[in-house]
């Protein structure tokens, strides 16, 4: 008999445009505008929710060669990502499962599907598009839900205590996507990102996958959370990339400074400069502000463990140096532009002078 009961979800996500117009893409799929999601089981206050909810569209169901069928959704986002989602529902033993979860967690075939359908499905959505990205970066993140798990068909469920010291060196395995047990100090590292509400739920994040031990209504929530902390992974990877290259071009052009018209160059240059981290600052503000919460709150706490384990927040801090160094630049390439500026007018003060006073002396023979 199977002793555990629950779903594997693929995330997949994709940074497709700077902008996605959500009334617009309704308008298109002929869908409804979404509720404020997510629905929070546990207690938190009513504005907690996604300011501009994700446009969600069903892609019906995906298979794959081993002949297991995915069901499968895109979920559209304001600030530029597609995210797909397939989900299978499961009933094994957790010798099954710990194989099945790493085979796919390191295949490549879930991520081409995905890709396929996201490439599929832009195509009609096109209008709604605002710059479109050449190149799509991209995040894949899994979970392991399980809704019920017993040591015996006719045992009770088990609590999240009792799952932890039963099935730890399972959860582990699912967590990092091994099908080799872990050592002892790998895997209490694995378990010390744990969280939990009731003594009846459980949460385990890792870098690239996450454990859950919960109701459906209660995993949905904490699910749209680990996703949104991978949309903001990946649009912060993307502004760090552009900043990146945006720097190495203003470090290059300064190398190449010479002569004094250089300076006239570099106001150009700076303001480019400016406008480009200016807009940056804007859309890493709109990403991090899509959802808010008070910092003492149980969802605020998954949310920041579930930001620091995918590496949100270390990308947050190399965008933001980047910002603070193009902001430095800025500041030097408009000095060097003034202080270039100043000593032109001075000189032309200078030659004006010289003008004035040559007629004063010989202008009047």
Known sequence: MAECQGSFRALVLYDVAEQIRLEELQRILGVEPGGREPSFVRPAPDYVRFERPPVVEPCGPVHLRTGHQFHGRLKYYDYGVVSVELEYHFSLQWTELVRLSASWIAAEEIEDLAFGIVRAHLKSVAPALVKEA?????????????????????????????????????????VRGEVQPLSDMERAEVLRSVVSYYPSD??????????????????????????????????????????????????????????????????????????????????????????????DMFYAR????????????????????????????????????????????????????????????????
Not at 141 to 163: F, G, I, M, N, S
Not at 205 to 211: D, K
Not at 330 to 343: D, I, L, P, T, V
Request: no cysteine; proline share 2%; glycine share 4%.
């Open 134 to 174: 050449t190149q799509w970066l991209s995040e894949d993140y899994y979970v392991v839900h399980l809704r019920e798990a017993k040591e015996h068909p006719e045992d009770r469920p088990l609590t999240a205590a009792e799952l932890l010291a039963r099935r730890g060196h399972e959860i582990a395995q699912l």
């Open 202 to 295: 459980l949460l385990v994040v890792g870098w690239v996958s996450a454990f859950i031990y919960d109701s459906v209504q209660g995993a949905a929530p904490t699910i749209q959370l680990l996703e949104y902390a991978n949309t903001q992974l990946v649009e912060f990877r993307h502004y760090d990339e552009v900043l990146t290259r945006v720097l190495s071009s203003v470090y290059q052009s300064l190398e190449r400074r010479s002569g004094f018209l250089s300076r006239w160059r570099l106001a150009r240059e700076a303001a480019l400069l400016n406008t480009l981290r200016l807009d940056i600052t804007e859309l890493a503000e709109r990403t991090d502000n899509a959802i808010k919460f008070l910092s």
């Open 302 to 365: 998954v949310y920041r463990l579930a930001a620091d384990r995918v590496g949100v927040s270390d990308y947050r801090r190399l965008v933001e140096d980047k910002l603070r160094t193009a902001g430095e630049l800025y500041q030097f390439m408009m000095n060097e532009f003034h202080q270039g500026r100043a000593f032109v007018l001075e000189l032309m003060i200078v030659l004006i002078l010289i003008v004035d006073l040559y007629y004063l002396f010989f202008g009047a023979k």
